[in-house]
């Protein structure tokens, strides 16, 4: 474990996600970068975003409320997943990456992470589903193709639907992990790409399961959708669980940009790490991150 001061206050942390939260500290302390503020009357141009899914969603509503301090600048958000936010920045096609897990030893090389939320990942099935809740071993059958229907949930007649995630998307990495299964051993019936797939996926099929982020399950549940959270290993998937601690599966939410961003992108990163936009990040089911 490492402890890092941020603004007077210290965090005690994992090692790989103490390494690159003190990067980026020691980095936001020591460049000579502009203020937003002395900035916000001529700062001008064009922010180029692309990346996760997960982070999509509340960049666009964090960049509409930039754009209204900032007139003359114009952000374009795009998904695709983290790894195609990481690789648009590295290559220099993206001026700011979103990514919904810490960066790699070989990432970090050429790009640098700025967290602006926690969150997790959650399994999800329908609502009508009878299933509440699952465990790590549970889990491991349905995701090694070992279950072929729902015995746990009490009918065992109920052919069980996998839909596992695609290539490139930070769920895959934490769950293979979690799980103790490479991601060509996970078994599915169904490919996801993007958050929103997955739970159209479920909701047309009440015997369906897929992972993806507890933030946005939660936010679409709150708006209707027919789908809930599994329990894991008794502990409840929710908003409150991250922000406590208590969840297992835990991410941090992070922008992605070059060693030393340009001036547009360095404004949008403090202002997206600052707390004026702590509501939105609240309004999405994630967890500010402390200051």
């Not at 409150?240 to 404004?267: F, M």
């Amino acid at each position: 474990m490492i402890d890092i001061r941020m603004n007077g206050r210290v965090v005690t942390t994992s090692w790989w996600l103490g390494g690159w939260l003190l990067v980026a500290v020691c980095i936001a302390g020591c460049q000579s970068l502009p203020s937003t503020a002395s900035q916000r009357s001529s700062l001008q141009g064009t922010l180029q975003i692309t990346g996760s899914s997960t982070v999509g969603p509340l960049v666009a509503a964090i960049a509409e409320r930039f754009e209204q301090l900032h007139p003359n600048v114009r952000v374009d958000v795009q998904t695709g997943g983290s790894s195609r936010g990481i690789a648009d920045v590295r290559s220099g096609l993206a001026d700011i990456g979103m990514s919904s897990r810490q960066l790699k030893a070989s990432e970090s090389k050429q790009a640098i992470a700025w967290p602006i939320a926690w969150d997790g990942v959650g399994f999800v099935v329908h609502a009508d589903n009878p299933a509440d809740e699952v465990t790590r071993q549970q889990l491991v059958d349905i995701f090694s193709g070992h279950w072929s229907s729902w015995p746990a949930a009490g009918d065992s007649a109920a052919q069980l639907i996998v839909i596992d995630r695609a290539a490139g998307r930070s769920e895959v990495d934490l769950i293979s992990e979690y799980l103790e299964l490479q991601p060509h051993q996970l078994s599915a019936d169904l490919i996801a790409g993007e958050n929103q797939q997955a739970i159209k996926l479920v909701i047309g099929n009440r015997n369906a399961i897929t992972y993806l982020s507890v933030g946005a399950a939660e936010f679409e549940s709150s708006l209707g959708a027919p789908i809930k959270l599994l329990r894991l290993d008794h502990v409840a998937a929710s908003s409150r669980t991250v922000a406590s601690g208590e969840y297992p599966l835990l991410r941090p939410l992070v922008l992605v940009t070059q060693p030393i961003p340009s001036d547009i992108a360095w404004q949008f990163i403090q202002y997206a790490q600052s707390a004026a936009v702590d509501d939105l990040i609240r309004e999405f089911a994630y967890v500010p991150i402390e200051r």
